[in-house]
Protein backbone atom coordinates (compact mmCIF):
# COMPACT_ATOMS: atom_id res chain seq x y z
CA UNK A 1 0.00 0.00 0.00
CA UNK A 2 1.38 3.34 -1.59
CA UNK A 3 0.37 7.00 0.18
CA UNK A 4 0.48 10.27 -0.54
CA UNK A 5 2.10 13.05 1.74
CA UNK A 6 -1.61 14.78 1.76
CA UNK A 7 -3.21 11.58 2.44
CA UNK A 8 -2.63 12.62 6.66
CA UNK A 9 -5.35 10.71 8.29
CA UNK A 10 -3.98 7.10 6.94
CA UNK A 11 -0.15 8.45 7.94
CA UNK A 12 -1.86 9.12 11.45
CA UNK A 13 -3.36 5.50 11.76
CA UNK A 14 0.17 4.50 10.41
CA UNK A 15 1.86 6.02 13.01
CA UNK A 16 -0.52 5.11 15.88
CA UNK A 17 0.05 1.68 14.55
CA UNK A 18 3.85 1.26 15.18
CA UNK A 19 3.63 3.57 18.03
CA UNK A 20 1.57 0.34 19.77
CA UNK A 21 4.01 -1.93 18.60
CA UNK A 22 7.13 0.00 20.11
CA UNK A 23 5.17 0.17 23.34
CA UNK A 24 4.69 -3.17 23.56
CA UNK A 25 7.82 -4.58 22.35
CA UNK A 26 9.32 -1.70 25.25
CA UNK A 27 7.03 -2.83 27.70
CA UNK A 28 7.85 -6.42 27.06
CA UNK A 29 11.26 -5.74 27.46
CA UNK A 30 11.18 -4.04 30.33
CA UNK A 31 9.03 -6.94 32.11
CA UNK A 32 11.36 -9.42 31.15
CA UNK A 33 14.76 -7.96 32.68
CA UNK A 34 12.74 -6.83 35.32
CA UNK A 35 12.09 -10.28 36.32
CA UNK A 36 15.84 -11.12 35.47
CA UNK A 37 17.01 -8.75 37.60
CA UNK A 38 14.47 -9.89 40.22
CA UNK A 39 15.42 -13.72 40.18
CA UNK A 40 18.90 -12.67 40.36
CA UNK A 41 18.57 -10.65 43.66
CA UNK A 42 16.63 -13.57 44.93
CA UNK A 43 20.19 -15.94 44.94
CA UNK A 44 22.03 -15.76 47.75
CA UNK A 45 26.00 -14.74 48.06
CA UNK A 46 28.23 -18.19 47.65
CA UNK A 47 31.79 -18.26 49.80
CA UNK A 48 35.03 -19.89 48.50
CA UNK A 49 37.65 -20.84 50.03
CA UNK A 50 40.68 -22.89 48.63
CA UNK A 51 43.85 -24.61 50.62
CA UNK A 52 46.69 -26.43 49.06
CA UNK A 53 48.87 -28.73 50.55
CA UNK A 54 52.09 -30.31 49.40
CA UNK A 55 52.57 -34.10 50.79
CA UNK A 56 56.07 -34.48 49.94
CA UNK A 57 56.05 -38.31 49.95
CA UNK A 58 52.53 -38.80 49.55
CA UNK A 59 50.39 -36.72 47.44
CA UNK A 60 49.13 -32.89 46.45
CA UNK A 61 45.81 -31.83 48.10
CA UNK A 62 43.35 -29.35 47.30
CA UNK A 63 40.73 -28.59 49.89
CA UNK A 64 38.17 -26.36 49.38
CA UNK A 65 34.92 -24.86 51.29
CA UNK A 66 31.85 -23.69 49.97
CA UNK A 67 29.74 -21.14 52.73
CA UNK A 68 26.74 -18.66 52.11
CA UNK A 69 25.71 -15.97 54.88
CA UNK A 70 22.69 -16.56 56.85
CA UNK A 71 21.66 -13.61 59.69
CA UNK A 72 25.48 -12.52 59.52
CA UNK A 73 26.65 -15.63 60.27
CA UNK A 74 28.59 -18.57 58.04
CA UNK A 75 26.11 -21.23 57.05
CA UNK A 76 27.55 -24.65 54.69
CA UNK A 77 26.52 -24.87 51.58
CA UNK A 78 26.34 -28.94 50.93
CA UNK A 79 26.23 -31.22 47.96
CA UNK A 80 26.94 -29.02 45.37
CA UNK A 81 29.10 -29.46 42.51
CA UNK A 82 33.06 -27.95 42.59
CA UNK A 83 34.91 -27.81 39.49
CA UNK A 84 38.82 -28.39 40.03
CA UNK A 85 40.61 -27.14 37.12
CA UNK A 86 44.37 -26.14 36.36
CA UNK A 87 45.49 -23.33 34.23
CA UNK A 88 47.34 -24.58 30.90
CA UNK A 89 49.33 -22.43 29.00
CA UNK A 90 46.08 -21.82 26.11
CA UNK A 91 43.38 -23.04 28.40
CA UNK A 92 41.99 -24.37 31.90
CA UNK A 93 41.82 -28.37 32.15
CA UNK A 94 39.07 -29.88 34.46
CA UNK A 95 41.04 -32.26 37.21
CA UNK A 96 37.36 -33.23 38.56
CA UNK A 97 34.34 -32.47 40.00
CA UNK A 98 33.46 -33.26 43.33
CA UNK A 99 30.58 -32.24 45.67
CA UNK A 100 30.45 -30.43 48.87
CA UNK A 101 29.51 -32.87 51.91
CA UNK A 102 27.31 -31.55 54.74
CA UNK A 103 29.76 -29.14 56.16
CA UNK A 104 30.51 -27.11 52.95
CA UNK A 105 34.01 -29.01 52.66
CA UNK A 106 35.27 -31.17 49.58
CA UNK A 107 38.59 -32.00 49.13
CA UNK A 108 40.96 -33.97 46.13
CA UNK A 109 43.77 -35.61 46.59
CA UNK A 110 46.30 -34.95 43.24
CA UNK A 111 49.43 -37.77 42.49
CA UNK A 112 52.85 -36.72 43.90
CA UNK A 113 53.85 -36.86 40.49
CA UNK A 114 51.53 -35.20 38.54
CA UNK A 115 53.09 -33.26 36.02
CA UNK A 116 51.31 -29.21 36.55
CA UNK A 117 51.64 -27.19 33.81
CA UNK A 118 54.01 -24.05 35.20
CA UNK A 119 54.27 -20.44 33.71
CA UNK A 120 57.07 -18.19 33.45
CA UNK A 121 57.56 -17.67 37.42
CA UNK A 122 57.83 -21.39 37.71
CA UNK A 123 54.30 -21.33 39.44
CA UNK A 124 51.40 -23.68 38.61
CA UNK A 125 48.03 -22.36 38.99
CA UNK A 126 44.81 -24.29 40.40
CA UNK A 127 41.32 -22.90 40.33
CA UNK A 128 37.83 -23.74 42.72
CA UNK A 129 34.89 -22.93 40.80
CA UNK A 130 31.18 -23.59 42.01
CA UNK A 131 29.14 -22.72 38.56
CA UNK A 132 25.93 -21.54 40.69
CA UNK A 133 22.02 -23.15 40.68
CA UNK A 134 18.89 -21.68 41.69
CA UNK A 135 19.66 -20.61 44.92
CA UNK A 136 22.98 -19.93 45.26
CA UNK A 137 25.15 -17.10 42.45
CA UNK A 138 28.52 -18.52 40.79
CA UNK A 139 32.00 -18.07 42.57
CA UNK A 140 35.34 -19.21 41.59
CA UNK A 141 38.66 -18.96 43.87
CA UNK A 142 42.36 -19.94 42.82
CA UNK A 143 45.43 -20.76 44.13
CA UNK A 144 49.19 -20.03 42.92
CA UNK A 145 52.07 -22.36 44.21
CA UNK A 146 55.88 -23.25 43.47
CA UNK A 147 56.47 -26.60 44.01
CA UNK A 148 59.22 -27.28 46.79
CA UNK A 149 60.53 -30.60 47.48
CA UNK A 150 62.42 -31.22 50.91
CA UNK A 151 64.14 -34.76 51.73
CA UNK A 152 66.36 -35.42 54.97
CA UNK A 153 68.74 -37.73 56.15
CA UNK A 154 69.01 -39.31 59.62
CA UNK A 155 71.61 -40.29 61.68
CA UNK A 156 72.67 -40.98 64.95
CA UNK A 157 76.75 -39.95 65.98
CA UNK A 158 77.70 -39.93 69.80
CA UNK A 159 74.37 -40.71 71.09
CA UNK A 160 73.09 -37.41 69.05
CA UNK A 161 70.23 -37.17 66.96
CA UNK A 162 70.45 -34.91 63.92
CA UNK A 163 68.15 -34.34 60.73
CA UNK A 164 70.32 -32.87 57.59
CA UNK A 165 67.36 -31.22 55.46
CA UNK A 166 67.69 -30.35 51.72
CA UNK A 167 65.14 -28.41 50.05
CA UNK A 168 64.71 -27.57 46.21
CA UNK A 169 62.54 -25.57 44.30
CA UNK A 170 61.36 -26.60 40.99
CA UNK A 171 61.11 -24.25 38.19
CA UNK A 172 59.61 -25.08 34.34
CA UNK A 173 61.34 -28.14 32.46
CA UNK A 174 62.55 -30.13 35.92
CA UNK A 175 65.20 -27.05 36.48
CA UNK A 176 65.60 -26.87 40.16
CA UNK A 177 67.60 -24.76 42.33
CA UNK A 178 68.15 -24.68 46.26
CA UNK A 179 65.49 -22.96 48.59
CA UNK A 180 66.89 -19.86 50.13
CA UNK A 181 65.71 -17.86 53.81
CA UNK A 182 62.63 -20.05 53.52
CA UNK A 183 61.36 -20.98 57.26
CA UNK A 184 60.50 -24.23 58.61
CA UNK A 185 58.99 -26.45 61.82
CA UNK A 186 59.79 -29.81 63.12
CA UNK A 187 57.06 -31.28 64.91
CA UNK A 188 55.92 -35.15 66.19
CA UNK A 189 52.80 -35.92 65.71
CA UNK A 190 50.48 -36.04 68.97
CA UNK A 191 46.62 -37.33 68.82
CA UNK A 192 45.32 -33.63 69.64
CA UNK A 193 47.97 -31.37 68.96
CA UNK A 194 51.24 -31.84 67.10
CA UNK A 195 54.33 -31.05 69.73
CA UNK A 196 56.50 -28.42 68.34
CA UNK A 197 60.21 -29.64 68.92
CA UNK A 198 62.15 -26.56 66.74
CA UNK A 199 62.19 -24.07 64.01
CA UNK A 200 64.98 -22.83 61.35
CA UNK A 201 65.81 -21.58 57.84
CA UNK A 202 67.08 -23.53 55.13
CA UNK A 203 70.35 -21.89 53.67
CA UNK A 204 71.17 -22.55 49.82
CA UNK A 205 68.76 -25.32 50.18
CA UNK A 206 70.02 -26.81 53.64
CA UNK A 207 69.41 -27.08 57.24
CA UNK A 208 70.14 -29.23 59.95
CA UNK A 209 68.35 -30.12 63.43
CA UNK A 210 69.30 -31.68 66.53
CA UNK A 211 66.67 -33.95 68.22
CA UNK A 212 66.23 -34.06 71.22
CA UNK A 213 66.11 -37.62 73.75
CA UNK A 214 63.30 -37.61 75.54
CA UNK A 215 60.10 -37.38 73.23
CA UNK A 216 57.84 -39.91 74.14
CA UNK A 217 56.80 -42.64 71.52
CA UNK A 218 55.17 -45.97 71.25
CA UNK A 219 56.68 -49.24 73.03
CA UNK A 220 58.76 -48.95 70.63
CA UNK A 221 59.94 -45.76 70.76
CA UNK A 222 58.82 -44.83 67.51
CA UNK A 223 57.46 -41.59 66.40
CA UNK A 224 56.06 -39.54 63.48
CA UNK A 225 58.30 -36.30 62.82
CA UNK A 226 56.54 -33.60 60.75
CA UNK A 227 59.05 -31.27 58.77
CA UNK A 228 56.68 -28.15 57.56
CA UNK A 229 56.68 -25.01 55.66
CA UNK A 230 53.79 -22.87 55.65
CA UNK A 231 54.86 -20.01 52.79
CA UNK A 232 52.90 -18.22 50.66
CA UNK A 233 54.84 -19.22 48.02
CA UNK A 234 54.37 -22.47 48.17
CA UNK A 235 51.65 -22.87 50.63
CA UNK A 236 52.16 -25.41 52.69
CA UNK A 237 54.88 -28.37 52.55
CA UNK A 238 55.12 -31.19 54.86
CA UNK A 239 57.78 -34.24 54.87
CA UNK A 240 56.92 -36.83 57.23
CA UNK A 241 59.50 -38.92 58.54
CA UNK A 242 58.64 -42.35 60.85
CA UNK A 243 61.32 -42.84 63.05
CA UNK A 244 62.32 -44.93 66.70
CA UNK A 245 63.40 -41.91 68.11
CA UNK A 246 61.17 -41.28 71.01
CA UNK A 247 61.55 -43.12 74.54
CA UNK A 248 59.30 -45.73 74.53
CA UNK A 249 56.08 -45.89 76.10
CA UNK A 250 56.70 -48.97 78.06
CA UNK A 251 59.31 -47.42 80.37
CA UNK A 252 56.97 -44.62 81.38
CA UNK A 253 54.73 -46.78 82.49
CA UNK A 254 57.34 -48.94 84.63
CA UNK A 255 58.24 -45.48 85.98
CA UNK A 256 55.15 -44.70 86.87
CA UNK A 257 54.42 -47.98 88.75
CA UNK A 258 57.55 -48.00 90.71
CA UNK A 259 56.60 -44.38 91.52
CA UNK A 260 53.21 -45.32 92.56
CA UNK A 261 54.49 -48.58 94.36
CA UNK A 262 57.09 -46.53 95.98
CA UNK A 263 54.18 -43.99 96.85
CA UNK A 264 51.93 -46.88 98.93
CA UNK A 265 54.79 -48.56 100.52
CA UNK A 266 55.95 -45.22 102.07
CA UNK A 267 51.93 -44.29 102.90
CA UNK A 268 51.51 -48.48 104.47
CA UNK A 269 55.03 -47.85 106.73
CA UNK A 270 53.84 -44.37 107.92
CA UNK A 271 50.08 -45.67 108.79
CA UNK A 272 52.20 -48.29 110.57
CA UNK A 273 54.08 -46.13 112.53
CA UNK A 274 50.95 -44.04 113.61
CA UNK A 275 48.97 -46.87 114.59
CA UNK A 276 51.68 -48.04 116.84
CA UNK A 277 52.50 -44.62 118.29
CA UNK A 278 48.49 -44.52 118.80
CA UNK A 279 48.47 -48.02 120.45
CA UNK A 280 51.13 -47.27 122.56
CA UNK A 281 50.32 -43.75 123.83
CA UNK A 282 46.58 -45.92 124.47
CA UNK A 283 48.11 -48.40 126.40
CA UNK A 284 49.78 -45.22 128.82
CA UNK A 285 46.59 -43.76 129.24
CA UNK A 286 44.77 -46.69 130.51
CA UNK A 287 47.77 -47.98 132.95
CA UNK A 288 47.48 -44.55 134.27
CA UNK A 289 44.00 -44.83 134.70
CA UNK A 290 43.96 -47.97 136.04
Known sequence: MIFQLNDKKAMTQLLNKHKKGILRVSLSVILSFTFLFSNAQKK????????????VNEYNLVEVTIRTRVDGKFQPISNVPIDITMDTKEDELLLATINSDENGFASLAIAKDYSFYRNEEGKYKINAKFNGNDTYKKVSKNSK??????QA????????????????????DSLTIPAED????????????????T??????????????????????GNIIIRVIVDERDYQMVELTLDESWGVPLIEDVIKKKNAATISYVAFMILSIIIIAISGLLLSKRINNKS
Do not use: C, H, W
Open 182 to 197: IDFEVFVDRMFADLKI
Open 199 to 220: EGVFTNGKAQVIFPDDIPGDLD
Open 145 to 150: MKYLYM
Open 44 to 55: GKAYLNIDYKQY
Open 153 to 172: NLTVEDSVKTIYLNALEYIK
